[in-house]
Nanobody
């Protein structure tokens, strides 16, 4: 069984900071790209940040670029999202996602897989 558990959400004032964490109970954690998504009421779930399984490269949604930082610790099987200068429009449920596309590495072939956490609520309000 695979479990992704988010933590760190809460209520914060505009301009404040929060750090979200995701603990992954998953085999071969290093083979997965790790992502943070968010979804506000009435809106589609959208990608916030991603970090690769290979060289650790990152990418961000334009709306959070320069304010959010994603990182991973492959020894601890965790991924974090540091959020600074929070805005009311950042209010959403934030989800941790492990994503893997089929690929070969040496004699190994890794299958497609996708797993989601239950989410953690972030509310930015004064």
């Amino acid at each position: 069984q695979v479990h992704l558990v988010e933590s760190g959400g809460g209520l914060v004032q505009p301009g404040g900071s929060l750090t979200l964490s995701c603990a992954a109970s998953i085999v071969n954690f290093r083979t997965y790209a790790m992502n943070w998504y968010r979804q506000a009421p009435g809106k589609e779930r959208g990608l916030v940040a991603t970090i690769s399984n290979s060289d650790g490269s990152t990418d961000y949604a334009d709306s959070v670029k320069g304010r959010f930082t994603i990182s991973r610790d492959n020894d601890k099987n965790t991924v974090s999202l540091q959020m600074n200068s929070l805005k009311p429009e950042d209010t959403a449920m934030y989800y941790c996602n492990a994503e893997r596309h089929p690929y070969r590495s040496g004699v190994d072939y890794y299958t497609r897989a996708s797993y989601w956490g239950q989410g953690t609520q972030v509310t930015v309000s004064s």
